[in-house]
């Protein structure tokens, strides 16, 4: 069993910059891909980035690429999503996830195995 806690949302203005991180319990850690998805009001869960277990390969959604970095520190069971260049149609409830697909960078809902709870991220224009 793993539980994940996002923390680092908020309101920004655009061109803005935030840093979300999901801590994780357990031991673990290593052997979870991670990815990052949101929702944005009225439309499903869409994938953000993905890094596997071992930090070595990383994926992005075409609409994020450039402006967003993920990474992941295992000595202290964290990932981060770093976003920057900010614009309204970021705004969403950001969400990390797990993966027991360790050596996958996965984008499907479907392969990830746990969730977060959720923050809330606000760009205003």
């Known amino acids: 069993q793993v539980q994940l806690v996002e923390s680092g949302g908020g309101l920004v203005q655009a061109g803005g910059s935030l840093r979300l991180s999901c801590a994780a319990s357990?031991?673990?850690?290593?052997?979870?891909?991670m990815g990052w998805f949101r929702q944005p009001p009225g439309t499903e869960r869409e994938f953000v980035a993905a890094?596997?277990?071992?930090?070595?390969?990383?994926d992005y959604a075409d609409s994020v690429k450039g402006r967003f970095t993920i990474s992941r520190d295992n000595a202290k069971n964290t990932v981060y999503l770093q976003m920057n260049s900010l614009k309204p149609e970021d705004t969403a409830v950001y969400y990390c996830?797990?993966?027991?697909?360790?050596?996958?960078?996965?984008?499907?809902?479907?392969?990830?195995?746990?969730w977060g709870q959720g923050t809330q991220v606000t760009v205003s224009s």
């Open positions: 996830a797990a993966s027991r697909r360790s050596m996958s960078t996965v984008p499907f809902t479907r392969e990830y195995d746990y």
């Open positions: 357990g031991r673990t850690f290593s052997r979870y891909a």
């Open positions: 890094i596997t277990g071992t930090g070595s390969n990383t």
